[in-house]
């Protein structure tokens, strides 16, 4: 009898050692991160599911386990560069974002147009097709997308245009155009000392740094604000839930993320 519960003990003992290295590992080093909307696609879509990288940019008080941190505030293992697609707290709500570095400190930013402007130079564009997807509820949400072509009744073929947008140091991503929208043309944009300034892929469907945080907008986000950065895919569901395997896209297991 008393070996049963010797037995009980160690694997109790043994799950909650798990549990605690499991809670510390993810504290440290990567967090979970479920896409719940569309601001980013064609580079992410609604239900990717991937791992922050929380080490890319050294420690946070976000990233310090039980609060106590080795070195005090925000020391970058490296520096973030602009094109990284990074996962951040809002300034305001708290509640976690994912977008694209798209201005760093002292930068001016402005949209002309539909045309991305870093210190007053236009960023190539190139038209890269067309981006299609089926007019149906998406994600646990259940949103519509927003097309090119709407109306779109439901089950056709929604679409939007497809652009390859190339940043000053030459990296180049994918971004998508809806039509005319209000971001489409802004006031130049003088990002602080400390601060970042991001932007979705979905240009006309992402409220970022573009709009104000009165208007309920990311505006400019401090660097203590950075969890982590977003490089691979680990799997993607189409569906409601995570746990709806026969709607996972396998096309998207471990997909790198540019």
């Known amino acids: 009898m008393e070996d049963a519960k010797d037995g009980i003990v160690e694997t109790i003992k043994t799950v909650v050692y798990a549990l605690l ?6 504290t440290l080093f990567f ?8 601001s980013m696609k064609d580079t992410l879509l609604i239900g990717d599911f991937l ?7 050294g420690y946070s008080q976000y990233s310090c386990p039980f609060g106590i941190c080795p070195i005090s505030g925000r020391i970058f293992a490296s520096e973030p ?57 998406q994600g646990p949400q259940q949103m519509l997308p927003r097309c090119s072509n709407a109306p779109v009744g439901q089950g056709g073929v929604c679409e939007k245009e497809k652009f390859v947008e190339t940043l000053p140091e030459g990296r180049s991503h994918s971004i998508l155009n809806i039509g005319n929208g209000p971001t489409d043309n802004t006031p130049v944009f003088t990002v602080p000392d400390g601060h970042y300034f991001f932007m979705g892929d979905n240009r006309d469907n992402s409220t970022d740094s573009r709009v104000n945080q009165l208007a309920r907008g990311v505006g400019f986000v401090p660097a203590e604000n950075l969890i982590g950065r977003a490089d691979r895919i680990m799997f993607s569901s189409a569906g409601k ?8 896209r396998a096309d998207r297991f471990f997909k790198g993320i540019e």
Request: charged share 20%; aromatic share 14%.
């Open 31 to 38: 967090q979970p991160f479920w896409i719940p909307s569309g």
């Open 81 to 137: 560069e602009r094109g990284d697609v990074v996962v951040f707290r809002h300034p305001v709500n708290g509640s976690d974002f994912i977008k694209r570095l798209i201005g760093l400190p002292g930068d001016r930013i402005q949209m002309k147009n539909g045309i991305l402007n870093i210190n007053g130079t236009p960023l190539k564009t190139e038209p890269d097709g067309v981006f299609t997807e089926p007019m149906e509820p």
């Open 241 to 248: 839930s995570l746990f709806y395997i026969w709607t996972w």
């Open 51 to 57: 791992f922050v990288n929380k080490m890319a940019y």
């Open 21 to 26: 290295i499991a809670g510390v590992f993810r």
